[in-house]
């Protein structure tokens, strides 16, 4: 159904749709397995998704597959997403992620920063933290926007290389 591709763009998982929704997870289940809906639940889903409460009623879409977890998956059935959707649903997973990790670095810096400023103690000891984690953001941006020079292109460079195949 409709509910799970809108869901899975979002990239909520069924926990989430159903605190949002005021739904129980198990209405949310059963609705993205394509069993009917209320008019409420509908109305609540459509709130939620900030779209019009036809747009919900729609049935023309085949149901997804039952097996689907409760948390935000990449196994999505050919159903819900091309294969095109689900890679860039994962880097913008993957990029999510690197910019709550950044936001959460700068926040407990920023803190414990204040905190040794505000003791007034000579060495600056906040440093070393911030160098240390600051260390695992440029190895998470790293990954993240692909700039490792031994990633995936260069693995594959390699194997043709040793194979013998012109690149």
Same mark, same amino acid.
């Given at each position: &159904?409709?509910?799970?591709k809108l869901r899975?763009?979002?990239?909520?998982?069924q926990q989430?749709?159903a605190?949002?929704?005021?739904? !129980?997870v198990? *209405? $949310?289940q059963?609705l993205?397995?394509?069993? !009917?809906a209320? +008019?409420e639940?509908l109305k609540? %889903?459509a709130?939620?998704?900030? $779209?019009?409460f036809?747009?919900?009623?729609r /049935?023309d879409?085949?149901?997804?597959d039952?097996s689907?977890?409760a /948390?935000?998956?990449? *196994?999505?059935?050919?159903?819900a997403?091309?294969?095109?959707e *689900?890679?860039? %649903?994962?880097h913008?997973?993957?990029?999510?992620?690197?910019? &709550?990790?950044?936001?959460?670095?700068l926040? +407990?810096?920023s803190v414990? %920063?204040?905190i040794?400023?505000w003791?007034?103690?000579?060495?600056?000891?906040?440093?070393w933290p911030?160098l240390?984690?600051?260390?695992?953001i440029?190895?998470?941006?790293?990954? +993240?926007?692909? /700039?490792?020079?031994?990633?995936p292109s260069?693995?594959k460079?390699?194997?043709?290389?040793?194979?013998?195949?012109?690149?």
């Amino acid at each position: &159904m409709l509910i799970q591709k809108l869901r899975l763009q979002r990239g909520w998982s069924q926990q989430q749709l159903a605190d949002l929704s005021g739904l !129980s997870v198990r *209405t $949310i289940q059963r609705l993205e397995q394509g069993q !009917s809906a209320s +008019v409420e639940s509908l109305k609540s %889903l459509a709130a939620v998704f900030e $779209i019009d409460f036809s747009e919900l009623q729609r /049935t023309d879409m085949p149901p997804i597959d039952p097996s689907a977890d409760a /948390t935000p998956s990449l *196994t999505i059935s050919a159903h819900a997403l091309s294969s095109e959707e *689900t890679l860039a %649903l994962h880097h913008v997973r993957k990029l999510k992620g690197f910019y &709550m990790h950044l936001i959460k670095y700068l926040v +407990v810096m920023s803190v414990l %920063l204040a905190i040794n400023l505000w003791q007034g103690s000579a060495p600056l000891w906040a440093v070393w933290p911030a160098l240390g984690w600051g260390l695992g953001i440029l190895f998470h941006a790293a990954r +993240v926007f692909e /700039t490792f020079p031994f990633g995936p292109s260069w693995e594959k460079r390699q194997v043709e290389k040793r194979l013998g195949r012109a690149i």
